[in-house]
């Protein structure tokens, strides 16, 4: 089991496990914005990388409204249902 440190106010990691790898990229790629600014340009970016490299993957845009609170319950649960893979843009 993987300890995951989480930036959030959590007094004791949570043991998580993590995802075992796909062998390759086919599915649904959800890219997180976390609305810190010029996380977008990083997305810009990977989502033009990954649709010129990994033709049988799908990219999809998700943005939280700000990055001082977790993400929103909903916007997580929307991800979770329509992707099967994501990435969280941080950046400055």
């Given at each position: 089991?993987?300890?995951?440190?989480?930036?959030?106010?959590?007094?004791?990691?949570?043991?998580?496990?993590t995802?075992p790898?796909?062998?390759?990229?086919?599915?649904?790629?959800?890219?997180?914005?976390?609305?810190?600014?010029?996380?977008?340009?990083?997305?810009?970016?990977?989502a033009?990388?990954?649709?010129?490299?990994a033709?049988?993957?799908?990219?999809?845009r998700?943005?939280?409204?700000?990055?001082?609170k977790?993400?929103?319950?909903?916007?997580?649960?929307?991800?979770?249902?329509?992707?099967?893979?994501?990435?969280?843009?941080?950046?400055?």
């Amino acid at each position: 089991m993987t300890t995951i440190l989480d930036p959030t106010d959590e007094r004791e990691p949570v043991a998580r496990q993590t995802t075992p790898r796909p062998t390759d990229l086919r599915g649904v790629v959800g890219l997180l914005d976390i609305s810190k600014p010029r996380g977008n340009v990083l997305l810009d970016e990977l989502a033009r990388l990954l649709t010129d490299h990994a033709p049988g993957l799908e990219v999809r845009r998700y943005k939280k409204p700000t990055f001082t609170k977790p993400c929103p319950d909903a916007l997580r649960q929307q991800i979770r249902d329509e992707c099967d893979f994501v990435v969280e843009g941080l950046a400055d």
